[in-house]
C-alpha cells in the first residue's frame, strides 16, 4: 500500500519551455502533497506543500510563478515548471500523505523525475 | 528551528559488517523520526519510523530507536548486504514538515 507514482520519469526540454510533472497516490487519498527538488549528493528540499482543492504553499525562496502547482484531487497533483532554464535542471520528488491532523503523518514519496533542461 | 544532523560519508563496509549510522535532532514539539533509503536513480523509500520516545522502528533488519533523552535515532544493522548499497536519509516531521539530514551514503562490497 501507499504507492506514489510520478510522470514522466525524466524529461528532457529546450530552455524556455514548459514542463509538467504529475504526482499521483495510486492506493490512497492525499490530502496533503508536497514536492521537493534535489540537487546532485545533497538531501532533499521542501519546495512547496498543497492540500487538496487549496492554494500550494511555498517554502522561502521558491518562485510561485515558476513552478505551479496544482492539486486538482485527492489523488493527483502536478508541478509545471514555466519557462524552464538549464539552472532548473534537477531531479523533483513529490510525496503524499493523509490525514493530516497530528502534523507528523509519514510522508510517501513517488520515484522522482528527473529534468534536464538545455 | 527543526534539523538533523547525520554522520557523514561515504561508509564504506564489508559485507555481513554491523553498520551503526548516527543521527540527531533537534525540534520543537514532539517529532515523529524516519529513516529513509535512496537507491540509485530512484525515489526516497520509507525504511521505518518511530513515532514517541523510546520507540524502536524496525524493517529489513535495519532497527532504530527514538531518544528522547539523547536526542538521537541512531540506524543500525547486524550484517549489511551489497544490496543495502544506498544513500540513508534520517528525518523528522513536525506540522507536516518533513527536516532532512544530509544524507549518508552506503557503500557494501564483498
Known amino acids: 500500500g501507499a504507492v506514489v507514482s510520478q510522470h514522466p520519469s525524466w524529461v528532457i526540454c529546450k530552455s524556455g519551455t514548459s514542463v509538467k510533472i504529475e504526482c499521483r497516490s495510486l492506493?490512497?487519498?492525499?490530502?496533503?502533497m508536497f514536492w521537493y527538488r534535489q540537487f546532485p549528493k545533497q538531501s532533499l528540499m521542501l519546495m512547496a506543500t498543497?492540500?487538496?482543492?487549496?492554494?500550494?504553499?511555498?517554502e522561502q525562496g521558491v518562485e510561485k510563478d515558476k513552478f505551479l502547482i496544482n492539486h486538482a484531487s485527492l489523488t493527483l497533483s502536478t508541478l509545471t515548471v514555466t519557462s524552464a532554464h538549464p539552472e532548473d535542471s534537477s531531479f523533483y520528488i513529490c510525496?503524499?500523505?493523509?490525514?493530516?491532523?497530528?502534523?507528523?503523518?509519514?510522508?510517501?514519496f513517488g520515484p522522482g523525475t528527473r529534468l534536464t533542461v538545455l | 528551528g527543526n534539523s538533523v544532523t547525520q554522520m557523514e560519508g561515504p561508509v564504506t563496509l564489508s559485507e555481513e559488517a554491523f553498520l551503526t549510522i548516527n543521527c540527531t535532532y533537534t525540534a520543537t514539539g514532539y517529532p515523529s523520526l524516519f529513516w529513509y533509503v535512496q537507491y540509485p536513480g530512484e525515489g526516497l523509500q520509507l525504511l521505518l519510523k518511530?513515532?514517541?520516545?523510546?520507540d524502536k522502528g524496525s524493517n529489513k533488519g535495519f532497527e532504530a530507536t527514538y531518544r528522547k533523552e539523547t536526542t538521537s535515532f541512531h540506524l543500525e544493522k547486524g550484517s549489511v548486504q551489497v544490496s543495502d548499497s544506498a544513500v540513508y536519509f534520517c528525518a523528522l516531521i513536525t506540522a507536516s514538515k518533513l527536516t532532512f539530514g544530509t544524507g549518508t551514503r552506503l557503500q557494501v562490497t564483498l
Open positions: 498543497s492540500n487538496e482543492g487549496s492554494k500550494a504553499t511555498y
Open positions: 492506493d490512497f487519498q492525499a490530502t496533503t
Open positions: 518511530a513515532t514517541k520516545a523510546d
Open positions: 510525496s503524499a500523505s493523509w490525514g493530516g491532523h497530528t502534523g507528523t503523518d509519514t510522508q510517501y
